[in-house]
């Protein structure tokens, strides 16, 4: 199985920053793309930003500029630097990892535990 680990969510005053870290490890031939997501009170889970293997990135429109999506192959890590942090910000981050496994070659789509971002005005 494969497993991700979060960390670097907590809490942060209105127009600060937060980088978050998501490593995925266990079972892993390759990974094609990696993401976060998030979930506020009341809403439905939204796509903040993707990266493929190839590096090209998908973010929402509404955080284009503040919020960047990058990964490193080699530790199997994806990373979300949050800028100018606004409290609509508050929300549960979840990374998500879609790739294939190791011998069996099938695919697979894990999702972390998720991390909390809570941003104070």
């Known amino acids: 199985q494969v497993q991700l680990v979060e960390s670097g969510g907590g809490l942060v005053q209105a127009g600060g920053s937060l980088r978050l870290s998501c490593r995925a490890s266990?079972?892993?031939?390759?990974?094609?793309?990696m993401g976060w997501y998030r979930q506020a009170p009341g809403k439905e889970r939204e796509l903040v930003a993707v990266?493929?293997?190839?590096?090209?990135?998908n973010t929402a429109d509404s955080l284009k500029g503040r919020f960047t999506i990058s990964r490193d192959n080699a530790k199997n890590t994806a990373y979300l630097q949050m800028n100018s942090l606004k409290p609509e910000d508050t929300a549960v981050y979840y990374c998500?990892?879609?790739?294939?496994?190791?011998?069996?070659?099938?695919?697979?789509?894990?999702w972390g535990q998720g991390t909390q971002v809570t941003v104070s005005s």
């Open positions: 990266i493929t293997s190839a590096g090209t990135t």
């Open positions: 266990g079972s892993i031939f390759s990974i094609n793309t």
């Open positions: 998500n990892v879609q790739g294939l496994r190791r011998m069996s070659m099938v695919r697979f789509d894990s």
